[in-house]
């Protein structure tokens, strides 16, 4: 590399570290530019201001391109791996990461990743390997004890989980993603009152939404103002929370909603809400907002005090209508199946040919209540009784419908477990052996829906069990039913 552009590459380094990324990143280009895309560090940095700056498909190309040039490059492996992780693909992250130890164990991001990267895959054994890495590593970092508390409280070890957070926030009161992993696992463990203010740290963590409008926090004189309630986590949860806004209403505000595309519909028929915009709508002018999940914590919610009237959403008659043309006369029990987990979480879906048992029997009509991909289809036509309605499922409104025929669903934690919750049809959730911290641990029914109940895996990825436990329950269930 001639002496100019390696004078350019401490710039660009020197401006990355200081957080000015984009500025970095037009030194970085400058000197590929000037020297050709040859250099290995120029271009490895620019695949991590590249991520940085939210362009993580350019990021990955950069990081392959670089280890083309260096394949023996620690760093590009390291932030390869992590960007691969980043984006929600940890078995792909982990050779890179892997491979970035092994060639510098002294690089102190792999085994960080590494434990986060295991611990989305379920392997809690090889994450707490890393963990303790990263820990005996950097004891005085808070990071790495917050790691330790996201590892253990996947592996179901609460108490340890939450003495791992609070060592944390003894180095760094201000650590926001400890004291919201904390609130977590609080809320899991039923301790509602003490964990909504730690489960409030989210806001710190991925922001209340930006908005320039002041942030309500439960203050009662807002008589005739305009509050906006936003959804500020998944699908699922919005239908989850917006149980909320009856509650709301009663302050006299007139309340707005946001909520994610295709469950517009569906919320409006919440009772309290005045009008609805989904994501990416213009929004109507507003006084105050708050994040639909900041509620609990607002109204002192604990498992005795959820609102759980149930229904509080309602299926559209016209929809309903249609639906029954569809079904036709009722000759068996209708299940509706939804195996495909909404959290992002691989480890909470079903694969359709463990459903075979389910699917198999001829008592029961078994209904899609997701849309079938090409590989479903594929495992589907070896599992028999699913009858799919992919074309017709639009959006939540329609699923809503479809769910409110049936006699009783049967799903993953999913949109549709939600939708059928909210509904109070029978639902059976089936839960991962880890399941989301709502569910809370421990229990087979939900103080959030009345109508469900819950069968969880003994062991990571054991759905074989599951599905088991629902076939024998079933048919008690058939019986009793008839």
Not at 103 to 131: V, Y
Not at 221 to 242: C, N, W, Y
Not at 281 to 303: E, K, M, N, Q, Y
Not at 304 to 317: G, K, L, Q, T
């Amino acid at each position: 590399m001639p002496q100019y552009a390696d004078a350019l590459l401490q710039v660009a380094v020197q401006a990355s570290d200081s957080g000015q990324v984009a500025e970095a990143a037009a030194v970085l280009r400058l000197i590929i530019g000037r020297c050709g895309p040859h250099e290995a560090d120029a271009v490895a940095l620019l695949g991590q201001a590249s991520r940085r700056l939210g362009d993580s498909a350019s990021a990955e190309w950069l990081l392959q391109q670089a280890l083309a040039i260096a394949p023996e490059h620690a760093w590009a492996h390291a932030e390869l791996g992590e960007t691969l992780r980043l984006a929600g693909r940890p078995s792909d992250a982990v050779p890179h990461l892997q491979k970035a130890f092994e060639l510098n164990p002294t690089l102190s991001g792999p085994p960080f990743a590494l434990a986060a990267a295991l611990t989305a895959l379920d392997q809690g054994a090889d994450a707490l390997h890393w963990a303790r890495t990263a820990l005996a590593a950097h004891p005085e970092r808070p990071e790495a004890h917050g790691l330790m508390g996201d590892v253990l409280a996947r592996q179901g070890r609460p108490t340890e989980a939450i003495a791992a957070y609070d060592k944390a926030l003894a180095l760094r009161p201000e650590e926001s993603r400890s004291r919201y992993g904390r609130g977590l696992v609080r809320v899991e463990q039923g301790d509602m009152p003490g964990a909504w203010t730690d489960f409030e740290a989210r806001l710190d963590v991925a922001g209340d939404g930006g908005f320039a409008q002041p942030l309500w926090r439960g203050e009662k004189r807002i008589k005739r103002r305009s509050l906006l309630l936003h959804a500020d986590m998944g699908p699922s949860e919005t239908v989850q929370f917006v149980r909320y806004a009856p509650l709301v209403a009663k302050t006299g505000a007139r309340i707005l909603l946001r909520v994610q595309r295709g469950l517009g519909r569906i919320c409006a028929t919440v009772s309290g809400v005045d009008q609805v915009v989904e994501d990416g709508d213009p929004l109507p002018d507003f006084d105050l907002h708050c994040p639909l999940l900041s509620l609990p914590a607002i109204f002192g919610t604990t498992v005795r005090s959820i609102p759980a009237e149930i229904p509080y959403i309602a299926a559209n008659d016209f929809v309903r209508a249609e639906w029954r043309h569809v079904l036709k006369p009722w000759k068996r029990m209708r299940v509706g199946i939804a195996w495909r987990g909404s959290n992002g979480v691989r480890s909470s879906s079903v694969p359709l040919v463990a459903l075979a048992p389910l699917l198999r029997r001829e008592d029961v009509e078994c209904h899609a209540l997701q849309r079938m991909m090409p590989a479903d289809g594929d495992e589907a036509a070896d599992t028999g009784n699913l009858t799919d309605h992919s074309l017709a499922l639009t959006d939540a409104n329609q699923a809503a419908g479809l769910i409110a025929e049936m006699d009783l669903i049967i799903a993953v934690d999913a949109l549709e477990a939600h939708l059928a919750g909210a509904l109070g049809v029978p639902a059976w959730v089936m839960l991962a052996h880890h399941a989301s911290w709502y569910w809370l641990r421990d229990r087979e029914d939900s103080p959030w829906y009345p109508s469900m109940r819950l069968f969880r895996q003994p062991h990571p990825g054991d759905w074989d069990t599951v599905v088991e436990q629902v076939v024998q329950n079933l048919d008690a269930w058939a019986v009793q039913r008839s």
